[in-house]
């Protein structure tokens, strides 16, 4: 019998646990999940055959050497910043590991190490990144292979609600961590390169700078830039490609009105708002505002960000219960964005029934015989209900299948690696496609950067 240590029972992984135990009985596995709550864990193995659950504090040594300890192969689903605990003892007891996050610093750092042990440390196995880092390099690689040179490269991926389950005015609802959402794009000005001229559009105007695209069957959206799109050139060898730019999928208008938060300060997660515990939501709003002794928040928030009574934007803060006097933010010492959070998550949780949606496209650009030619990719999955998401089924899957190909030795890279090399992409993209995660490819005339924006 072989355990997999799975640590970390958050929401998305529930179609990992799932896919596991299907193959338990089949590849002789025994699943081990480790959670800080019990409840947590023994809640989602309820059912399942060859499951334990056991409670886990990650930065509780003895329970940490000891769970690592008996495992073949870890799979950590913490909070990124907490992988690199699991990953010294993996590297300690010999243990290869797997995780849906962006490489760290950290986790780079022991590299040299990890393949001195023949182990490997795969990292960025999820969707995003993850299935895009797959299926992009699935098309480069063959573009290469006609003797094609690549010139443009854009990719966008998004967590969504399903048409189905839309049901309000920011068409949107939580399918992952709300914090992640709520203070997207900070920390940094996101960086692109277009035209081969170097781009940057810092935090305060990023929502305002959006890209426009079509999915076939699924109508419009828009992309906002990822923070650094250039940290992909070298991975991907696109070091000469002019155009490379990396966003954030939204239904259109959601930017513009998420832009509303921004400039008025409610996503800053650098300082606590006094008396947070027993603030109202329409207090919230006014001390954000001037001081004015005649006019209502209302008047004064349509005033501060120029907003018609009519317009949809107005709308949009109406049904949030912003100007409720009777809500709560409830949290001690909260930050603007925890209190911000607080709101949306009254109205932004997805229900029992709730279907989501994740939807990911890829414009490919390239020369070929003194011809330019584009390649436009996309994938469309939807969710079951609340539990069974579309979000945790394109995580989660990923690093199931890859970590029994590791298993069982059809994986032997060894070292820090990322998905972009085709003995990983190649056997993971084909099982995904019997899990109905599947890429539409389609040649298009070559359309350069998106004609939305500005030339120069």
Not at 95 to 117: F, I, P
Not at 182 to 197: N, P, S
Request: aromatic share 10%; hydrophobic share 40%.
């Amino acid at each position: 019998m072989r355990t997999i240590l799975l640590i970390g029972a958050g929401k998305s992984t529930s179609h990992l646990l799932q896919f596991l135990c299907n193959k338990a009985k089949a590849e002789n596995l025994h699943i081990e999940i480790g959670d800080i709550n019990l409840a947590n864990a023994q809640n989602l193995i309820s059912g399942k055959p060859n499951c334990t659950a056991i409670k886990l504090d990650i930065f509780d040594e003895d329970e940490r050497k000891k769970a690592i300890k008996k495992a073949d192969l870890v799979i950590s689903m913490l909070p990124a910043r907490f992988h690199i605990e699991v990953a010294k003892y993996c590297l300690h007891f010999n243990k290869n590991m797997v995780t849906a996050s962006y490489v760290s610093n950290e986790m780079e750092a022991l590299d040299a190490e990890v393949k001195q042990k023949g182990l490997i440390f795969l990292n960025e196995i999820g969707v995003d990144p993850g299935i895009d880092h797959m299926s992009a390099m699935k098309v480069i690689d063959h573009i290469r292979s006609k003797g094609g040179k690549m010139i443009l490269f854009e990719s966008f991926t998004g967590g969504l609600v399903a048409p189905e389950s839309d049901t309000n005015l920011w068409n949107y609802k939580f399918t992952w961590n709300p914090r992640n959402v709520v203070v997207a794009g900070q920390g940094g000005t996101a960086k692109f390169i277009q035209e081969g001229t170097y781009k940057y559009i810092p935090y305060h105007k990023l929502f305002r700078r959006t890209e426009f695209l079509e999915i076939e069957g699924y109508g419009k959206f828009e992309g906002y830039a990822n923070r650094d799109s250039l940290k992909y050139r070298s991975a991907y060898g696109l070091e000469d490609v002019l155009t490379l730019y990396r966003g954030t999928i939204r239904r259109v208008g959601f930017s513009k009105a998420w832009n509303m938060f921004v400039q008025l300060g409610m996503t800053d997660d650098s300082f606590e708002l006094e008396n947070s515990e027993s603030m109202s939501y329409r207090e919230f709003v006014n001390s954000f505002l001037p001081y004015s002794p005649t006019d209502s928040v209302e008047l004064k928030l349509r005033h501060y960000l120029k907003i018609d009574q009519d317009d949809i934007m107005w709308e949009k803060l109406v049904e949030l219960d912003l100007f409720d006097t009777q809500k709560k933010i409830g949290i001690k010492n909260a930050t603007p964005a925890q209190a911000l959070q607080k709101i949306l998550e009254d109205h932004w949780l997805l229900q029992e029934d709730d279907k989501d949606m994740i939807v990911m496209y890829h414009k490919f650009g390239y020369e070929l015989n003194g011809k330019k030619h584009q390649i436009d990719s996309s994938m469309v999955a939807i969710g079951e209900d609340k539990i069974y998401t579309a979000m945790s089924k394109t995580v989660g899957l990923p690093l199931g299948i890859a970590a029994l190909k590791i298993l069982n030795k059809e994986i032997t890279a060894t070292g820090v690696v990322i998905p972009i090399h085709k003995d990983i992409y190649e056997p993971v993209l084909n099982e995904l496609e019997n899990h109905d995660i599947k890429f539409t490819e389609k040649e298009v005339p070559y359309m350069g950067y998106n004609p939305n924006n500005v030339a120069g």
